[in-house]
C-alpha cells in the first residue's frame, strides 16, 4: 500500500518522444485505469513506473521514495503482463512463488502466502499443474496471483484481459477490480479499453499522443472532457462533432454532442439525411449524413420511431449539453 | 465400386513395394556390419581361408575378452574410456560455451556485440582440419599432447552450437526476462532458473549430435595422441592394422569395431527418448 507520484516524466527513445511529460500523483489504494488509443506510449509509462525502461527525465516516487535508478524487484511493484509471462516449466505453485523464493522467504511463509492467493483466485485444484495446462483465464490468474503473494505497494496492469474472449474478459474485470478492493494495493492499470476503463477506474487518465489529456473520475471524464480527443475517445458510439459553419455560426468552434443528447425533431435547425441504423435491442443507433458529409449519430430507444432511410430529418439538443472545442481541441 | 477396389490393391501393392525396397536397402546397409559382428565371434583362420562365414561362430567371449582386455596396442576398454572422455568432454564443454555466449548475444548490450557475433561467426568457416597445424603447435607448445585437454579443448570452440541457442533464445519472449527482472531474478539466476530448463530439449538434441562428433574424430586424436594409453577407439582400431608383413588380428579388430559403435547407437537410443519426451513436454 503506498502512493505513487509521477511528476513530469518524459521518455524519449534516440531522437524520438515517446512520452511529453506526465504527472500523476495516485492515492494510497487508488486504482488507476490508463486508458488511450495503441501507440500513444501507455506500456512505455508503465514500464518506466515498473522499472522495465529508463525515465529520460522527471521523478516516480513510490510511497515518497524517488525509485528511478531502483531495480525492479527494489521497488515494491509488482506486475501482470498481456500475455502473462508465466515460466512455462514451472508448476503454478512454483510461478507464485519464485519471486519469494528469491527474495530468500522461509518456506513455510512461501507455502502459506501461495495457499492464500490459490484460495483468493480459486486456483487451489491446480497448483501442481504447468502453464500450458490451464486454460487462458486460469492463467491469467496465475499471472494475477504471482503478483498478489509479493504483497507489493502497487500492481501494474498491462492490458491483462486483451487475450481473454468478451465474456470471460467482463467476469475477470470484475475480480480484478473486487480483489484490488479486497487488498487496498494501488493500482496501474493499462487498457486501450475504454469500458474497461469506465468501469474499472477510481481514476482515469486518458492519454494522447504521450501526452495525458485529462485526469479523472470516469463520470466526470465522461460528462465534462476536457479535450476533443477525449469527447472522441470515451463514449460509446462516439461523440458527434460539428464545426461551426455546418451550425450556421460565426467564428471556429467546433460543438460536440453525444448521441444520446441528441434528439430526432421536424423543428431542429440542422438538417440531416437518414443513412443507415443499427437496432441493437434496447436502443436503436441511426447513423445521419449532414448535407456537408458529417457524420452523425444519434441514439434512440427502441420504441421510438426510426426515420426511413433517405429520409431527411431535422436534429436538436439540449443547449447544456453542447460541448465547444477551439480548433486546438481544447475545451472552451 | 470395382474400381475403387482396384485402387485400394494398387495401393495395397505399392505399400508392399515400398516395404520391400526399404527391407532391401536396410539389408544391403546392415551387412558389412553383420559381416563385421560374423568376424568378431569366429577364428583367424576362418576369417582367412575362403569362404567367408555367414553365421557367428562359438568364440565371441574369448575375442570380445581378448579385444577389452588386451586389443592389438592398448585394450579396448581403455581406449573406450579415452573417447568416452573425450566426446563427453567435447559435447558438454561446447553445449556450456556455447549456451553461456548465446545468452551474452541475446541479453546483454554491451560495446561491439556485432562484432562478436560476427567473429563467432567466421569460426564457423574454420573447420578444426583448416587450423590443425597451428592448433597443434599451440597444444604442443601448453604440453598437452597426449592429455584429454589436448584431445578435447581444441576441438570445443564452435560457432554451430551458440547459433542454435541463439535462434532459440530470440523465441523466448522478452516478457519472460522481464517478470524474471520484477520476481528479482539477477541475469545469472534467470539463465539458469529459466532460459536452461527451457532449453533442455534442444541441449538434448545438440548433446547426441555432438557426442557422436565427438566419438568420430579422428584426425586430431591421431595427431596429438602418440602415446597408446591415450589412443581414442576409432583412430584405434587403423593403428590396430600391422604395419610390413604382420598378419592382422582380425577377430580382434573387428570386436574393436563393433565395440566402437555401441557407445554412440546407446547415446542416440537413450537421448532419443528423452529427447521425444523433451518435445512431448515442451511448451506450445
Ligand atoms: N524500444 C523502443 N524503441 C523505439 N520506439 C519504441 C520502443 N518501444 C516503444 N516505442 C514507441 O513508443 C510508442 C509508444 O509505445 P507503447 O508500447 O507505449 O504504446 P501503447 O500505448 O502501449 O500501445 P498499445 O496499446 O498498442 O500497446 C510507439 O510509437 C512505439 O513505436
Ligand atoms: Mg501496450
Redesign the interface.
Known amino acids: 500500500m503506498a502512493t505513487l507520484t509521477l511528476s513530469n516524466v518524459k521518455k524519449s527513445f534516440g531522437k524520438t518522444d515517446v512520452i511529453h511529460g506526465i504527472s500523476i500523483s495516485v492515492e494510497d489504494g487508488e486504482f488507476i485505469v490508463i486508458v488511450g488509443p495503441s501507440g500513444c506510449g501507455k506500456s512505455t509509462l508503465l514500464r518506466m513506473v515498473a522499472g522495465l525502461e529508463t525515465i529520460t527525465s522527471g521523478d516516480v516516487q513510490i510511497d515518497g521514495r524517488r525509485v528511478n535508478d531502483q531495480e525492479p524487484m527494489d521497488r515494491d511493484i509488482a506486475m501482470v503482463f498481456q500475455n502473462y509471462a508465466l515460466y512455462p516449466h514451472m508448476s503454478v505453485f512454483d510461478n507464485m512463488a519464485y519471486g519469494l523464493k528469491i527474495a530468500r522467504t522461509p518456506r513455510a511463509e512461501i507455502e502459506e502466502r501461495v495457499a492464500h492467493a490459490a484460495k483468493l483466485l480459486q486456483l487451489e485444484t491446480f497448483l501442481q499443474r504447468k502453464p500450458r495446462e490451464l486454460s487462458g483465464g486460469q492463467r491469467q490468474r496465475v499471472a494475477m496471483g504471482r503478483a498478489i503473494v509479493r504483497k507489493p505497494a502497487v500492481f501494474l496492469f498491462d492490458e491483462p484481459l486483451s487475450n481473454l474472449d468478451a465474456k470471460l474478459r467482463v467476469q475477470m474485470r470484475l475480480e480484478i477490480k473486487a480483489l484490488q478492493r479486497e487488498l487496498g494495493v494501488t493500482a496501474l492499470y493499462v487498457t486501450h479499453d475504454q469500458v474497461e476503463a469506465m468501469t474499472m477506474a477510481d481514476r482515469m487518465v486518458v492519454m494522447n499522443g504521450g501526452i495525458a489529456d485529462q485526469v479523472g473520475e470516469p463520470l466526470e471524464v465522461y460528462a465534462n472532457p476536457a479535450t476533443e480527443f477525449v469527447a472522441g475517445f470515451i463514449g460509446s458510439p462516439p461523440t458527434n462533432f460539428l464545426s461551426a459553419d455546418i451550425l450556421g455560426r460565426s467564428g471556429d468552434t467546433k460543438v460536440g454532442v453525444r448521441p444520446e443528447h441528441t434528439r430526432l425533431s421536424d423543428s431542429g435547425s440542422l438538417r440531416a439525411r437518414a443513412a443507415y441504423s443499427e437496432a441493437l435491442g434496447a436502443e436503436t443507433l441511426v447513423h445521419l449524413k449532414c448535407a456537408d458529409g458529417t457524420q452523425v449519430t444519434v441514439r434512440q430507444d427502441a420504441a421510438s420511431t426510426i426515420p426511413q432511410e433517405g429520409n431527411e430529418v431535422g436534429l436538436d439538443w439540449d443547449p447544456a449539453n453542447e460541448m465547444r472545442f477551439d480548433p486546438s481541441g481544447r475545451r472552451c | 465400386m470395382a474400381q475403387q477396389n482396384g485402387m485400394v490393391e494398387r495401393r495395397g501393392a505399392g505399400l508392399w513395394l515400398t516395404h520391400v525396397g526399404l527391407l532391401v536397402g536396410i539389408a544391403f546397409i546392415f551387412f558389412p556390419i553383420w559381416l563385421a559382428f560374423v568376424a568378431s565371434t569366429v577364428e583367424q583362420q576362418e576369417i582367412v581361408r575362403p569362404p567367408m562365414p555367414l553365421l557367428p561362430g562359438d568364440q565371441f567371449f574369448s575375442n570380445y575378452a581378448r579385444a577389452l582386455t588386451s586389443g592389438v596396442n592398448a585394450p579396448v576398454s581403455t581406449m573406450l574410456l579415452n573417447s568416452m572422455i573425450m566426446a563427453i568432454g567435447i559435447s558438454l564443454g561446447k553445449i556450456a560455451i556455447s549456451l553461456l555466449s548465446a545468452f551474452a548475444i541475446v541479453y546483454f548490450r554491451f560495446p561491439a556485440r556485432r562484432l562478436f557475433f560476427w567473429l563467432i561467426f567466421l569460426t564457423l568457416m574454420l573447420p578444426v582440419e583448416v587450423r590443425i597445424v597451428p592448433t597443434y603447435e599451440v597444444i604442443a607448445n601448453f604440453g598437452m599432447l597426449n592429455s584429454y585437454q589436448g584431445l578435447i579443448l581444441p576441438l570445443i570452440a564452435s560457432a554451430t552450437a551458440t547459433f542454435l541457442f541463439r535462434q532459440f533464445f530470440m523465441t523466448v519472449?522478452d516478457?519472460?526476462a522481464?517478470?524474471?527482472?520484477?520476481?528479482?531474478?539477477g541475469p545469472m539466476?534467470f539463465f539458469f532458473?529459466?532460459l536452461l530448463?527451457?532449453s533442455r530439449t534442444n541441449i538434448a538434441a545438440l548433446f547426441v549430435i555432438l557426442f557422436i562428433y565427438g566419438w568420430n574424430q579422428y584426425l586430431w586424436p591421431l595427431l596429438i595422441t602418440t602415446d597408446p594409453e591415450m589412443n581414442t577407439i576409432v583412430m584405434g582400431i587403423k593403428q590396430m592394422f600391422p604395419s610390413g608383413d604382420d598378419t592382422a588380428d582380425w577377430p580382434v579388430i573387428m570386436a574393436t569395431s563393433i565395440l566402437a559403435m555401441v557407445p554412440p547407437v546407446l547415446v542416440v537410443v537413450g537421448m532419443q527418448r528423452l529427447f521425444i519426451r523433451g518435445l512431448v513436454d515442451s511448451?506450445?
Do not use: N, Q
Open positions: 519472449p516478457e519472460l522481464e517478470a524474471a527482472r520484477v520476481d528479482g531474478a539466476r532458473d529459466i530448463p527451457m511448451e506450445k
